[in-house]
């Protein structure tokens, strides 16, 4: 008798762990299609063996647990790769709202396009040009006032290009380190997350490693959307938490939350972060904060710093040839204008007061000279704010542009497939399987059916023994 009810107590245990793991298949199915979670298998153990006077009898089975399965390296893995993934995504989106700003439409292969710096219809480039050309048409027809108030149009149609663009790019900076400054606040938000979710793992753990699964994936979603705005590490915390640093300038570790604790918030600094207990300065090898700073202080600001460059030379150049004699009032730019920002007309030109030339009537000297400065070629070693002709020093700055451009998109092209193979490589481990989990499902259903058949032939015979044997 005593070992019916071992035999019914060990199909109960049975019963017990095959519905835990057909709960547990359908959960697996259930987040088929969710990113953030990892497969979960059911552990099984023997109970034992008990001696009763009928010999050993087993105990059967039981569910002990849970098990995530999850690699850890390839964990970090895709938490690096999003980094770059997004570094690279942030630098790209900079890029392109500094081309859109510079009015200038840049090829694949990073050079101007036709509407570009030496030809076209459309921005800076094709001011210059025009610019130009007009001061070529009032020397070839210098009484005509129609091309003297053409020039006007054109020149005034120059200093607003330079204006715009430098506005522009300008408002790139300005909104980037407004996304920067988002991106920061996104920071302290998920370091809090994760601090949080660090002690509720702590508290469900304690004795029991790994138990928290459910957490551990909320946690591993923060962990990766942490690391896509900016570079951070992890290191085993006690009782299944998580610490998480970031490096300094020496490479040394940067301690953002220990434990269930946060130990210092990031802060934008303008031209980096700080974070930790004592606000140390903060690396960046990735993430989107690192990807906004390398454009906003790299190829946006070269961008303004060679408009700045251009408009000097030019306003320099213009008062030099147009006023020869340093006349005062007499210069055709505004000599304090000698940026992309402040490039000006000098205060009360007109379309009548443009001189083509010096002498008489017909003379086109002063004309001829502003025209030729277009074919000028300078050289920083002499002095000059630019190297090579204005046409080629701005075609040059819209290359280098258009160079960045490229070359981001060819690393987050690359990039792109580098985090779809890890991503595809961590599927194999912790993605769920339709086939994989509907053959578990039938597996352990039928093994549930089976315990239930030996449930039920264990309780009809002790229905046998109990209330039919002895009666007559």
Same mark, same amino acid.
Do not use: M, P
């Given at each position: 008798m005593s070992g019916l009810f071992t035999t019914?107590? $060990? *199909?109960? #245990?049975?019963? &017990?762990?095959?519905?835990?793991?057909?709960?547990?298949?359908?959960? &697996?199915?259930?987040?088929?299609?969710?990113?953030?979670?990892?497969?979960? /298998?059911?552990?099984? =153990?023997?109970r034992g063996t008990v001696v009763t006077a009928e010999g050993a009898q087993s105990l059967g089975i039981e569910a002990l647990g849970i098990q995530q399965l999850r690699d850890g390296l390839l964990d970090r893995q895709v938490m690096r790769e999003l980094g770059l993934q997004s570094a690279y995504t942030a630098e790209q989106s900079a890029y392109q709202r500094a081309q859109a700003g510079l009015?200038?439409?840049?090829?694949r292969s990073g050079a101007a396009s036709a509407a570009g710096a030496s030809s076209g219809t459309g921005g800076l480039g094709a001011a210059l040009d025009d610019y130009f050309n007009a001061f070529q048409s009032l020397a070839s027809r210098p009484t005509d006032t129609g091309e003297r108030q053409a020039l006007l149009q054109k020149s005034q149609i120059l200093v607003d290009r330079f204006q715009q663009a430098d506005a522009r790019l300008g408002q790139v900076?300005?909104?980037?380190? $407004?996304?920067?400054? =988002?991106?920061?606040?996104?920071? &302290?938000?998920?370091?809090? &997350?994760?601090?949080?979710?660090?002690?509720?793992? =702590?508290?469900?753990?304690?004795g029991r490693p790994g138990s928290a699964v459910d957490l551990r994936d909320q946690r591993q979603a923060r962990l990766e959307e942490l690391a896509a705005l900016v570079p951070i590490e992890t290191r085993p915390g006690t009782d299944g938490q998580v610490n998480v640093v970031m490096r300094d300038a020496a490479n040394a570790d940067v301690v953002l939350?220990?434990?269930?604790?946060?130990t210092g918030p990031v802060a934008f600094t303008g031209t980096g972060l700080t974070g930790g207990a004592s606000a140390t300065g903060l690396a960046f090898s990735s993430g989107a904060v690192a990807g906004a700073l390398t454009a906003r202080g790299g190829a946006v600001q070269t961008l303004r710093t060679a408009l700045d460059n251009l408009a000097r030379q030019l306003v320099t150049s213009v008062n030099a040839a147009y006023n020869p004699g340093a006349t005062v009032g007499a210069d055709y730019f505004n000599g304090a204008g000698l940026t992309a920002g402040t490039i000006r007309l000098t205060a009360g030109l007109t379309a009548a007061g443009i001189r083509a030339g010096s002498a008489a009537a017909g003379d086109n000297s002063l004309a001829l000279a502003v025209a030729d400065v277009a074919n000028l070629v300078f050289s920083t070693a002499g002095g000059d704010a630019v190297d090579g002709t204005l046409g080629q020093h701005f075609s040059g700055a819209v290359s280098n542009l258009g160079q960045a451009l490229a070359g981001v998109n060819t690393r987050l092209s690359d990039q792109d *497939?580098?985090?779809?193979?890890? #991503?595809?490589? /961590?599927? =194999?481990? $912790?993605?769920? $399987?339709?086939?994989?989990e509907m053959a578990d499902l039938v597996r352990f259903q039928r093994a549930f059916q089976a315990s239930s058949r030996v449930f039920s032939i264990v309780d009809e015979l002790m229905d046998t023994v109990v209330n039919r044997l002895g009666r007559g």
């Open positions: 019914l107590n $060990s *199909s109960v #245990k049975a019963l &017990n762990a095959h519905s835990r793991a057909i709960e547990t298949a359908g959960r &697996n199915l259930a987040n088929v299609n969710n990113t953030a979670y990892a497969r979960q /298998r059911v552990l099984y =153990g023997d009015g200038q439409n840049i090829d900076q300005a909104d980037l380190d $407004s996304q920067i400054a =988002g991106n920061v606040s996104d920071v &302290n938000t998920l370091l809090a &997350n994760i601090a949080d979710l660090n002690n509720q793992i =702590g508290r469900v753990e304690i939350v220990d434990n269930a604790t946060v *497939s580098i985090t779809q193979l890890v #991503k595809s490589q /961590r599927d =194999g481990v $912790s993605g769920v $399987s339709l086939d994989e």
